[in-house]
């Protein structure tokens, strides 16, 4: 019988919230934490059964997890990541994921969607050269999905059929590059999402794919190519509403214990506190009710095929851009009217908040995303992007 993932993530809350500041301060997640979270698999939702994966539905794996970000976002991080990079063995033949990962697999993987470095076009595969960066996760994982332009064995740009430099991405243990430590910033601390770097790599055809490449596995999760995305995005939105709720959480907390500085009254007896929370309650659930059932929708239509997918795959981009900017709005105003309280680590509400005001740094939660959708809805013919 499969594992319930979402007891296991309630069964890891206490662990991790006993870590937050060890998780703050050696900007990784311990390795024992991560040992747990890796028995379980969590760090690869997404990945086929046949490999070994939970190859969870994207509901499901929203809900395992919110909850672990509901704790410290950089833990929820790390599975969104993670479960995103991994999901991509599927573009790979079983034997080359054992080559990779062993047998059986254990999938502990990042990478970059970025084209940072080069793949030289070389007999039977790929020499690998540069720097990629953001690499979330990089410190508990063992290989690395690495975008890469692809160029001649002359060092030119190869160029696939509309003239345009191609790319590929080559799956490289992360043993055969150097992690530059340099993960310095102002929240999601713990995600490590440092820099690696390759040098003269050689990685055979089997080991790398395109973005466009049809999986190996028959599951919807991974049919059509181009909702990898939005799947894998749907955990962004997962995380974020995650910290939201925990942010929410510490302020009941704080409103209903303490004053100010300058008055003694409980903040939750302030007309404009009352307001404030209201309104963010009203948002946070809002903005979830929205992302569970857009995804819910796209979900339904890739299992069963039907023709008005892409229309609602609009929507459920929609919703997750949505979800991750009213999680930002959301962190923003309590801490506008927790006052002076809210700058205390003590209180937790300052760690939502650097952690959340970086997570919608994200490509899954920037307006170019409305941007988009605005687009397709008033009828633009413009193309969806193909991410790994």
């Given at each position: ?248 959480d510490c302020f009941h907390d704080l409103a209903t214990g303490s004053g100010t500085t ?127």
């Amino acid at each position: 019988m499969p594992e319930d993932l979402v007891s296991v993530a309630q069964s890891l809350v206490p662990d991790i919230l006993s870590n937050v500041d060890r998780i703050d301060e050696e900007c990784q997640l311990p390795p024992e934490l991560a040992d747990r979270m890796a028995k379980h698999r969590l760090f690869s939702l997404y990945a086929p059964a046949e490999l070994g994966g939970p190859e969870l539905d994207p509901l499901t794996a929203f809900r395992v997890v919110e909850t672990i970000s509901h704790a410290d976002g950089s833990a929820g991080w790390c599975i969104f990541n993670g479960t995103a990079i991994t999901a991509a063995v599927s573009r790979l033949t079983p034997k080359a994921a054992i080559e990779l990962f062993g047998d059986p697999p254990n999938l502990l993987g990042s990478g970059s969607a970025r084209p940072e470095g080069t793949a030289t076009i070389a007999d039977g595969g790929y020499i690998i050269n540069g720097r990629w960066n953001y690499l979330s996760g990089i410190d508990h994982s063992t290989v690395l999905f690495l975008n890469c332009r692809l160029l001649n064995p002359d060092g030119n740009p190869h160029l696939n059929d509309e003239g345009v430099q191609a790319t590929r991405i080559a799956v490289v243990p992360v043993a055969y590059g150097t992690v530059i430590d340099n993960w310095t910033t102002l929240g999601m601390r713990g995600t490590a999402s440092n820099d690696c770097e390759y040098s003269n790599v050689f990685v055979p055809t089997r080991h790398t794919y395109t973005r466009a490449d049809i999986a190996h596995y028959e599951s919807p999760l991974y049919h059509p190519p181009q909702n990898a995305i939005l799947l894998s995005w749907t955990l962004a939105a997962a995380n974020a509403l995650g910290m939201a709720r925990g942010a929410l959480d510490c302020f009941h907390d704080l409103a209903t214990g303490s004053g100010t500085t300058n008055s003694p009254a409980l903040l939750r007896d302030r007309s404009y506190v009352q307001i404030t929370y209201g309104e963010c309650e009203a948002m946070h659930d809002a903005a979830r009710t929205f992302v569970l059932d857009g995804i819910g929708s796209l979900w339904d239509a890739q299992v069963k095929q039907l023709p008005d997918l892409p229309d609602r795959a609009i929507r459920a981009r929609l919703a997750i851009t949505h979800a991750i900017r009213r999680s930002v709005d959301i962190v923003d105003n309590l801490f506008n009217v927790a006052g002076t309280n809210a700058i205390h680590r003590s209180v937790g509400l300052e760690r939502f908040f650097r952690d959340l005001h970086v997570s919608g740094q994200h490509i899954s939660g920037l307006p170019s995303n409305y941007e988009y959708a605005g687009q397709v809805l008033m009828g633009a013919n413009v193309p969806a992007s193909l991410y790994a």
